[in-house]
Each structure stands twice: as C-alpha cells, then as structure tokens.
C-alpha cells in the first residue's frame, strides 16, 4: 500500500502581501486607499528626464564609431511639418543634433523665437542648419512646390515628421460640418499630402527614407473628461492611413510609422487649464506613471524613426502615453 502524501500549499502571511498602505487621491471628501507590496514613488512633471549635457570634447551629434552610429541622420535632409513652436519644434532640434539639415513647414508668417535660438545654435554649435518655410498644408500645390524645390536643392530627401494639426474640443451634438471637415482637412488630408509629397522626392532620388506621422493615444482610446470626437477620430485615421502608406511605399524603401503621444504639457494646455483647472489633477492619475509628459521626452522618438535604428520597422504605432491605454 503506497504511503499518503499530504500536500500543502504555502500561503504567504497578509503581513508580507500588503507592506504599505497609502493614500492615493482625496476626492468629494473621501480619501481612497490602494495596497502597495513596495513604497512607490509620485512623479510630477519635473521629473521629466532632461536631454543629457553634451560633452564639449565629442562632436554634438552621434555618429562616431563609438556612438550608435545607426542614429546619425549626418548629410540627411529631414522636413517637420509643423515647427514654428511646439512639440514639432522640439522634435526638429532633435533631428539637428543628430545631424540633419531640417527643414521647418507651418503656417504662421514667423516662428516663435525660440526658433531663432535653435537656428543660431545649429549653425554656430552642431554643424548644420535649420529653415524655415511658410506653408499652410491644405494648399496642396504650394506645398508640393516648395517640397520639389528642398529636394531639388539638395538631391534628396531622407525623412519627415508630420507634426502639424489642429485640436477643437466641442461636444459631438454640437459640432458643425464646417468644423469637422477643417480638422479632417488638416489632420488627416494635410498629412497625408505632405508625407505624399516628400514621398514623391524620396522615389525621384532613389535614396528611400523614413517618414513619421504624429497621432496620438487618442486614436486608440476616448478621453474621459476631454469631449474632442472629430479629433480623436482624425488621429485613428492617421494610425490607418501610415499603415496603408508603409504597404505602397515599402518598395521604394520608405517607411511609415507613427508616434502616439499622451497628455503633453504645452502652452496651449497650460492655457487650457486655466479654463478646466481639475485637469491638471485628473489627467495625471489616468496613466501608470502619474504624471504628464514634456515636449522634450519625445525628442528620442523621432531620432530613431528617422533613423537607420529603426530600419526594420515600417507600418507600426510607437505609444508613449505613460501607459495611459494600458489600462
């Protein structure tokens, strides 16, 4: 007769499940607790990691033996739609410090100065150069004209980040055709008649390129609390339309990507919650990280995607949303 076992299964003390408890938002004059296995950090957007000092002995832009040199965008001719302010013209002073001539497109008659201050430095302090030139993306011919004229100058063109686009918060019930019809024009048909006509270029000269459309984790997700339907409809047909252009344009050996960016704290949204001041503290809690997002953590983004160290990857979302839609 075979001897009995008795199995035990070992269950750990609550003691050693649960170390912490801790408040996590006080809210209508209740305070909810969570349980924690390890004391976990609150972040605010001062955390946000700076772009590291440059070493004044190395050259400012990567490249070297040394230095990832499948990050180097050196002699490569790069368009950011979008780049007179803003995000965009975070992303373009990245793309100069990895080496690029930039060209900046958007539609105001002069950038903010700040545009003037990276121009300066590109050209006193990172070996290259940054311009500017006046478009408004809905004039398709315009923009094809001074697309063909950067190509022709230069005898390529190797990327572009489309970043321009355009934010309306209005309830669906209230929307006009007129409003909806302008933020597809500009966010969807505006990007997709700039990635076509640097496209257009990257074909003519046989050199390939990368091409990164900017959507957003509102393309994927409905904001709680933020009431923009025709926006975050834009953004899921600029996730689809990258997708359909990486299939035609893999040929030519361009590739389409996109960057889905989560709340970025801007001047326009500082302004915004001025008006909805509850934001500032609602928005935070909805990703995993606690915090909102700074212009400057999507500079990286950019760099690769353009970049030979990303040159297997074409028809894909890069999400950087704090995992917001992770949830």
């Known amino acids: 007769m075979a001897p009995t076992r008795t199995l035990v299964r070992c269950v750990p003390r609550p003691s050693q499940l649960f170390r912490q408890q801790r408040p ?3 809210a209508m004059g209740r305070t909810s607790t969570r349980a924690f296995s390890s004391s976990l950090p609150r972040y605010s957007l001062d955390d946000a990691p700076a772009p590291p000092a440059g070493d004044s002995t190395e050259k400012p832009f990567l490249g070297t033996a040394k230095r990832l040199p499948e990050f180097s965008l050196r002699d490569k001719i790069v368009l950011v739609s979008g780049a007179a302010r803003g995000l965009g013209l975070t992303q373009a002073e990245a793309l100069l410090e990895a080496g690029a001539t930039v060209y ?6 002069e950038p903010s100065p700040d545009f003037h201050r990276i121009a300066a430095r590109a050209e006193n302090e990172l070996d290259t ?3 500017y030139r006046q478009i408004d993306v809905r004039d398709v011919g315009k923009l094809n004209k001074i697309v063909e004229e950067i190509g022709d100058k230069h005898g390529r063109l190797d990327g572009l980040v489309a970043a321009a686009g355009i934010q309306q918060e209005t309830p669906a ?4 055709a007129e409003d909806a019809n302008r933020m597809f024009e500009v966010n969807i048909t505006g990007v997709f008649m700039t990635s076509q006509a640097a496209a257009k270029q990257m074909i003519k ?3 390939g390129g990368s091409i990164v459309l900017i959507a957003s984790m509102s393309g994927t997700v409905a904001n709680r609390g933020l009431i923009c339907p025709a926006y975050n409809a834009s953004k899921a047909g600029v996730m689809q339309l990258a997708r359909n252009l990486a299939s035609e344009w893999g040929e030519h050996r361009i590739r389409v990507n996109t960057i889905s960016p989560g709340y970025i704290v801007t001047a326009m949204v500082e302004e915004l919650f001025k008006q909805y001041p509850e934001r500032r503290e609602e928005w935070p809690r909805q990703n995993m990280l606690g915090r909102l997002s700074a212009p400057r953590e999507y500079r990286g983004a950019s760099v690769f995607l353009v970049s030979d160290a990303s040159s297997f990857m074409t028809g894909a979302d890069l999400r950087m ?3 917001h839609s992770s949830w």
């Open 173 to 176: 019930l209230e929307y006009t």
């Open 321 to 323: 949303d704090g995992g």
């Open 205 to 207: 000269y046989g050199n």
């Open 104 to 109: 900046a497109l958007d539609r105001l008659p």
């Open 129 to 131: 150069s940054l311009h």
């Open 24 to 26: 996590v938002f006080v």
